[in-house]
């Protein structure tokens, strides 16, 4: 049995998770296209395209959303991002969604 470290599984699925749902807002809410939400994200835009598409991120993004503290932050950082004259997101926006999710590990696993 291997005990994984939290910001390894981070990595691997809450991750991919947060910028499918700040992606998202940034298009459907601020009109960002793929390639300015991908810029601002730090990401490609084949990347943007597959969460958009629903092959990566979306299957624990509908649980985060479930979660009203993850669900501020991330509309938080989507507003800061749309409304920022420089719209990139800090890594210290995501470290702090990981950081609320992990409060709410439980919470996620009874959903």
Same mark, same amino acid.
């Given at each position: 049995?291997?005990?994984?470290?939290?910001?390894?599984?981070s990595?691997?699925? $809450?991750?991919?998770?947060? =910028? *499918?749902?700040?992606?998202? &807002? /940034?298009? @459907? %809410?601020?009109?960002?296209?793929?390639t300015?939400?991908?810029?601002?994200?730090?990401?490609?835009?084949?990347? $943007?395209?597959?969460?958009? =598409? *629903?092959?990566?991120?979306? &299957? /624990?993004? @509908? %649980?985060?959303?479930?979660?009203?503290?993850?669900?501020?932050?991330?509309?938080?950082?989507?507003?800061?991002?749309?409304?920022?004259?420089?719209?990139?997101?800090?890594?210290?926006?995501?470290? @702090?969604?990981?950081?609320?999710?992990?409060?709410?590990?439980?919470?996620?696993?009874?959903?």
């Open positions: 049995m291997s005990l994984k470290p939290p910001c390894e599984l990595v691997k699925f $809450i991750i991919p998770a947060v =910028r *499918f749902l700040i992606a998202r &807002k /940034l298009i @459907e %809410k601020y009109g960002f296209t793929q300015s939400a991908a810029k601002a994200l730090g990401t490609t835009q084949a990347a $943007i395209s597959h969460y958009m =598409r *629903f092959k990566r991120g979306w &299957k /624990l993004s @509908e %649980k985060l959303m479930d979660i009203s503290d993850v669900r501020d932050i991330i509309e938080e950082v989507a507003e800061e991002i749309a409304t920022s004259k420089s719209p990139e997101v800090d890594a210290l926006n995501i470290c @702090e969604i990981c950081k609320t999710i992990r409060k709410h590990i439980d919470e996620l696993r009874s959903l």
